[in-house]
């Protein structure tokens, strides 16, 4: 069935710049999930589309202030830690992992805390607009299971890992795979009941997923990278994230986690380098290679990672790059919030942070990113990395949008004084949970507010 919304659109299909489409008539299907054409008003069927879709109940009037905007593509979030968002930052990453991470995650052995977490965070996410998520789940396979079916359940497209961590040396022995052939065995029959659970038709992918070079065995990364390539699946992990990630790596192997990976055949076009941040110009060259992307996530960086990500560099050399709430080494379940928080990451680096320093030796020159640049990144390139057809308002795309109600008075938005830039501007960095009113996903409404 085809069914149209009539308002304005704002998107960003070039990086750097936006579009902004007044009155458009956005026509998808719902079975498809495709759209199928967006009108606007010079266009000579324009009012007789509006009229037809009206004549069959089929058309959704935008109020004035209200605006479709494309869904936010969040490439990397760890599920089970919902519980400890906003909490326990006080330690670096392997005491965080050792001390609250690993117990949390371990937890979900028992299907019932699986059940009271994963509904609540799957509803949150795309309450914040969230509408492709990049979830990593845990070392259990049935927990794991439950998290794809609860995407499916709620309608969030979504990429779900079983995490695979076999290394004894680095994982507590309450939270570990039996050895390398188990961290392969049971990736492989998570990838095969996801695929398999009852109406998936690719809304929820299974996705390969090694923890960190740290917890994962030479052999059990290999294996992975078979299994990606068995299965076409996309493969998320974790790529030099702080001083001491890429120093375990260089002390054990001599290598970069970068070409640890490439020797394992876990990179391709749809891999996903979490934080990234030490990478060396071999690792990018190698990345590029492959067709593979980061996922900067700059909040938790802040905490973790020891550095910043040049991201105004990654970006001007045309490595793919999307954006990660990462949740819970950052609190905020919200890739607006994390749009902000890449410029802000970008702008420290760009000022320096140490006063004795002369400003020429403080901080690195140009190193700022836009806030539209972040957002395209949150949508265009969260759509490229994971090659979805999706991240602009625009026929042939999937349908996977939200509505922006930005009348209210936390938007601070002065029709008088702004323009369709700063509009745009104050909704990215304003727009929360309860000023989106509705959330489509493949042509289908899954949450409304009004
Ligand atoms: N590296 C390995 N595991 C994790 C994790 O859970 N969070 C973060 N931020 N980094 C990791
Ligand atoms: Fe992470």
């Known amino acids: ?99 609250y991470t690993f117990p949390l995650e371990s937890r979900y052995q028992d299907i019932e805390f699986a059940k009271s977490i994963y509904p609540r965070l799957v509803n949150t996410y795309l309450s ?29 497209r979504a990429f779900v890992g079983k995490v695979a961590m076999d290394e004894k040396s680095m994982c507590p022995d309450y939270y570990v795979d039996d050895d390398y052939q188990a961290s392969i065995d049971l990736t492989e029959h998570f990838i095969q009941n996801v695929r398999a ?31 990606a390539q068995k299965y076409q699946c996309a493969v998320q992990t974790h790529a030099s994230e702080s001083d001491w990630a890429r120093d375990f790596s260089a002390k054990k ?22 934080h990234s941040i030490f990478l060396t110009q071999n690792d990018l060259d190698i990345v590029k290679h492959h067709g593979s992307s980061l996922a900067h996530c700059p909040l938790s960086n802040i905490f973790f990672a020891n550095a910043a990500l040049p991201c105004r560099e990654l970006l001007d050399n045309n490595i793919q790059l999307g954006l990660g709430s990462d949740v819970a080494a950052s609190p905020y379940p919200s890739l607006f919030r994390s749009c902000f928080d890449a410029v802000t990451h970008s702008r420290a680096r760009e000022n320096g ?63 008088e004084l702004d323009s369709a830039q700063d509009i745009f501007e104050k909704i990215i960095a304003y727009t929360d949970r309860n000023h989106i009113i509705k959330v489509w996903v493949n042509g289908q409404a899954v949450k409304q507010s009004i």
Request: hydrophobic share 40%.
């Open 253 to 274: 192997y001599g290598k970069t986690d970068v070409e640890l990976y490439q020797e394992a055949g876990l990179l391709g076009p749809r891999t996903l380098l979490a």
């Open 128 to 156: 914040h607009g969230t509408t492709t998520a990049v979830y990593f789940a845990t070392v259990d396979v049935d927990a794991s299971v439950y998290l794809a079916k609860e995407c499916l359940k709620q309608g969030q």
């Open 1 to 99: 069935m085809k069914r149209a919304i009539l308002g304005s659109v704002y998107h960003t299909p070039v990086l750097g710049s936006f579009e902004r489409l007044e009155n458009a008539l956005v026509v998808f299907d719902t079975e498809t999930g495709l759209i199928d054409r967006v009108s606007t008003p010079e266009q000579p069927d324009y009012s007789a589309q509006i009229q037809h879709f009206e004549n069959i109940f089929c058309l959704e009037k935008l109020k004035n202030g209200q605006y479709l905007l494309p869904g936010m593509i969040d490439l990397h979030i760890h599920a089970p830690q919902w519980p400890q968002a906003g909490k326990g930052l006080d330690l670096p990453l392997d005491q965080w992992l050792q001390t």
């Open 197 to 227: 659970l009852n109406g998936n038709d690719g809304l929820v992918e299974p996705i390969v997923t090694p923890r960190f070079v740290p917890t994962c065995s030479r052999e059990a990364m290999k294996g992975l990278g078979d299994l």
């Open 353 to 415: 942070v140490d006063y004795h320093l002369s400003s020429e030796q403080r901080g690195t020159q140009d190193a700022r990113i836009t806030l539209l640049e972040a957002y395209w990144m949150a949508t265009v390139g969260g759509a490229k990395s994971l090659q979805l057809n999706t991240g602009i308002i625009h026929p042939g795309r999937l349908f996977d949008a939200v509505c922006i109600d930005s009348t209210h008075e936390e938007f601070n938005i002065f029709p």
